[in-house]
Structure formats: C-alpha cells, structure tokens
C-alpha cells in the first residue's frame, strides 16, 4: 500500500512534518536532531539533495519542551548533479554555545567536485582541484582555574578554517564567503581578571592564497582603572611577539613589478615593506593616564596623556627600530538640556520629552621619535596605499590598535551630539540620536587630507516597532578625504502580519574600493496562520539590474514550517537561479529558513 508516514524518531517530543500532502515523517521538536532533507536546485550545483542527520549525545533532557543534551553530533551526505558528492560531520558543545553563541564548534566538509572550474562570476578562476575541503573549528573552552590562581577566568580559544583553494566558501558556504572569504586561523589561551587580560596568541597561515600574518604574541592588558584616590585613571597594553607577513606568490609577483615601475618614494617603501616576509621580533608597551574634571561649573574636561614605545629586532634589511612615542590629547564638552514636561503622546505612551545637546572637541597629539619606513607594518590604520578602510580615526592612545603605523600627528575633532529622550510606562526611551563631527589634520601620517569626511550618524526610533538609521560621511572643507558614502536603513513592523526591511548603500570616488549605489529591500508578510511569504530584492542603481532576487512561501504545520524558495542572481554578466525546500522549527529556527546568498 501507499506510504502515508516515515517514522525517524520515536521519542516524546516528535511531531509529524506532511510532504506533499500525503506523505509525512515524524521528527524531534529540536530541528537539529535525527533526519532532514533539503531538496532544491540552483545553476551551480544542478538538482541537488542535501541531507544532515543529527545526534543528541551526553546529558539528554527536555528544556523548554525541547529536547538537548551536552554535544551535537551532525553527518552531512549531500549530492548535486553539476557537481558531485559531498559528505561532511560537525561536532558541537552546545554547554559551551549557550555562553557564546558564536562557537559553532568543529565542521569539516569534504567535496569531489566532478566541475570545480564552473565560475559563477566574470573574475577569471585559476586551476581548481576536484579534491576540494573546508575545515573549521571555532571554539571557546572554559578552563578549571589552577590551584594558585582563584580570581582569573581561564580560557583556551580557537578559531580555524583550513580550505583547499579561495573559491571553496564561494561555492559550498556563500554566505560566509561573502562575509569572510579571507578568514582567520589563530589559537588563544587567556586569563582574565576583574580589570585585566593576558593572552598567548599563536597566528598561522595555512591557506597561502590571500595575504595574513604570522605570529606567536604574548600580550597583557590592563583596563582604564583609578590610581588610588589621586582623581587619575590608568591605562596599559603590553606585549612580545615573534611575526611575520604572509603575501601569497601572485602578490609577490605584483608587488615586485610595481617596485620595479615605479620611482615614487613613498610607493617604493610600500612596496619593499610588502615584499619583506621575513621572521622579526616586536616589543610594544603602551600607557595612558587620563582623568575627568568640571571647570566653571559646566565645561566636562578629560586631559589625557601617555607614552609608548616599540621596538623591532632582526628585520630584514633593517636590523633593529627603536620607537618612542609621547602622547598629549584633551576631550571637552558642554552638556544642556531642556525638559518638556507637558509633552505627551497618549497612543505611543510618551511621557515628557529631553533634549540635549553637546558640542564638544578632543584634541590628539602623537610624537614619535623615529620609524624606519622598511619595517613591515602588520598592524596599522591608514587610508593609504592598500587600506580600504572607510572608519573615523581613533584620536584616543589606547584606542589606536595600528601600533605598527604610530606616527607623529596632530588632530583636533569638532562635533556635536543631540539626544531626545522620553519616558514610556516608567522606564527612559531614546527616540533620536544624532553625532555630527569632522576633523582637522594639522598633521596626519595615515592621510594625505587637511580635512577629514564630515561624518553624522543618527537613529531615530519612536517606536520599537521603527527605526530609523542614516550613516553618511561627505567630502566637505578642502574636499575632505575625496569620497563619498551613505548607509540609509528602515526597519518597520507595521501590524503583526508584516515587517520590513529598505536600505540604500552608497559608495563614491574611494581610492580603493568601486564606485557602488544599492537599493535593497525585505518583508516578511503573514498571510493567516498557515502561510506566509518572504521577499528580497537588491537593486544596483549603477547598473541599473536587480543583482539578487529571493521569494519564499512557508507552511506552518504545528510547529514546523515547510518552505519552497525561489531566487534568481546576476552576477554582472553571469546569471544564477534557484529553487529549494526546507523544514524548520518555528520556535526555534530562523523566519527565513532557506538562505542562498
């Protein structure tokens, strides 16, 4: 006769999932134990079954009527008609991920990829091997505190992705791949105290094809404490360590030849710098003394001071570079305020309303007393040759983690902050923050600009259910840095049946990174009880195409969500589609179960 139901589980806390009507398996309420399918199709890996099968080891019980246990065994066997078949296990702690939901614990992924030459993308691919891996372990171990030591908090860290070539995240994990396709391989062991850290840290590079550094770094830091009663807090960062640079053999080359073609000093310090992959040795140790005063009743003055030093041993083609640094920096402001207290707004339960408003300045002095332009520098803060980073400088000593790029400088920031609160059922709600500032670099080593971007940064939410946010920064004095970049976002929830999600991304005329324009949009829409559906779009103004596409329909039965999902992608020339079907756990699993990008 016909099959109506596939017993996997058969334990309490099972519940039936219907397959095209008429046809059903039961499963556990926890979605990650026993059996699930995830049928689909997608251009790049043809029709495609994946299949992961997951064990409840250790202390099994029932919490929050769901069922768990102490570790989590998962097997993947997954097959894709353009590509082959891929079998994996992960291994998780799930103790250690209710601490730190970010230790995901060990995953490895073995592929024989029949086609690893099948390029999504414009970009040339290099020779790919059938043979393909990923392995990662991302781990965090709370470790039993040594008998001569109670009051430190010891822990043993890991997080490690071996892969077999740069494409293998873009083709199996393309979420990850688009967050981190260069991902990093390091080993902690740390102690942590009430206002202190120390960690051993051991860096490697086992994927040689995108650039990293090397290292095995003893560091200790002590948090911003008071010294006694004296009204002056202390600051301190410290640390020893064997390092190097790792360039992969085709920047090697890269850098080579523009060494060769070029004649600019600068460029060719770069350069050389970036060729430099031999072993050294750096010593750094970093203090700050700051405190906080009010002068006249109503100015907030934080002066602040510190000096530092570095020292590089047995760099090659340069010996050794000693580095001292003095350190002077001031923060001040003024705080007003008005209070309302007449404002009310009885259908969003506002209850008076507080304004305040605060200039302020900082002023930021470095002298250093000499730096060899031939040290590599690992790490460094700089909008210059390479950097595309797009953040406000530091102005603060210890906030400045780019040891390898102190310089002297000197910076004044003026800015003002404004802040609307109000009160709803007794308890203080922010409805607008807005910071505004912009810099003046007297002299700045990391940039070539007088005058900063003018940034502004503002979140307006009246209600939990809108927000608000606008992130821009504009060239505006003397072309400030030259570039221009907007992050516009809306979050909105409407009714119960509908939440949303618009943004706008803006990038223009940076050094390093492409022009770009991208309008995107989400919603989910709850249509009855049963079904809902989910939509997203990203839209490039630039080029005037929608880039990605996704629709998905979800069924609830009981707890659990059958969902179809529908996406279509273009690459910028290249074009990919795809179809798939997921089971999720309502309470416990993501409202978008089904995720291609």
Partial sequence: GRVTRLSVAGREHDIAIPIIGWFSFSHSLNPREGYLPHPGA?????????????????????????????????????????????????????????????????????????????????????????????VKMTTLWELPQPECDTKGDWTLGTNIELLSDQYVLRDYFESEGRTNDKPDNTVRLSRRGARSETMLLSRFSPNNFYASDERYELSYYRARTALGKLGINYETRNSIGAMKQHIPAHEMFMYREALHNTK???????????LNTSAFMRVNSTHEFTASYKAFNFLDVTPKAGVGYSGYYGVDGVGSDNRFLGYLGVDAGIKMHRHFSNFRIESLGYEGLTHVIRPYVSFSHCNISSSNPLVPKIDTWSSLYGNSTTSPFNLDLMGFSGIDGWGTWTIWRFGM????????????????????????????????????????????????????????????????????????????????YLEGRLGHRVIDNHPIQEDASQVYAEANIRINDKYSTAFRWHWDVEDGHLPIQQYSVFRKTGAWYTGATLFLRNNGGKKETGFGISFTLGETGSSLPIDFF
């Fill in 417 to 496: 902050q404004n802040t609307l609160t109000t009160t709803v059922d007794g308890e203080p709600r922010t409805l607008l923050y807005w910071d505004i500032f912009i810099d003046y670099n007297e002299e700045n080593p990391n940039t070539n600009s007088k005058y900063s971007n003018l940034y502004s940064r503002v979140v307006f939410q009246p209600t939990r259910r809108l927000k608000l946010g606008l992130e821009t920064q504009t060239p505006t004095i003397k072309n400030g840095d030259g570039y221009s970049q907007y992050n516009t976002f809306l979050q909105f929830q409407p009714t119960a």
């Fill in 264 to 274: 600019d000093p600068d460029l060719r310090d770069y350069y050389s710098r970036m």
């Fill in 42 to 134: 997608k251009s790049i890996w043809g029709t495609y079954l994946l299949n992961q099968y997951g064990v409840l080891l250790g202390n099994r019980r029932v919490e929050n009527n769901i069922p768990t246990a102490d570790y989590l065994l998962t097997g993947h066997f997954d097959y894709r008609s353009r590509r082959g078949f891929a079998t994996g296990l992960d291994a998780e702690d799930l103790r250690m991920q209710k601490k730190f939901k970010d230790m995901t614990g060990l995953r490895t992924y073995l592929i024989l990829d029949s086609d690893p030459m099948i390029n999504p993308t414009e970009t040339p691919r290099t020779h790919t091997k059938h043979r393909r891996y990923s």
